[in-house]
């Protein structure tokens, strides 16, 4: 499968770099119990204060952070989509 540059057509930038690779995702794997009192009723006043749960590896570690805190927390070079 190509990283997501070559996907796209595009040179990555940091030439070297591991590539990012892109997968198709099911519909399962969004399907989780959440209780209604986990669901946010209204946004934010301030929209980066919403909260994460981030998973830091398959064994189950997480730990808790804010949207704020999500460029400082991805390597230099991160795809997003």
Known sequence: MPGAWEHL??????????????RRLTMGE?????????????????????????????GGAVDHRHVRDLPNSWPPVTCLW
């Open 30 to 58: 969004f399907d989780y119990p959440l209780p209604d009192a986990a669901i946010a009723q209204v946004p934010l006043e301030r929209r980066d204060a919403a909260r994460l749960l981030v998973a830091l590896d398959p």
């Open 9 to 22: 057509g595009l040179q990555h930038p940091t030439p070297g770099a591991p590539p990012c690779v892109m």
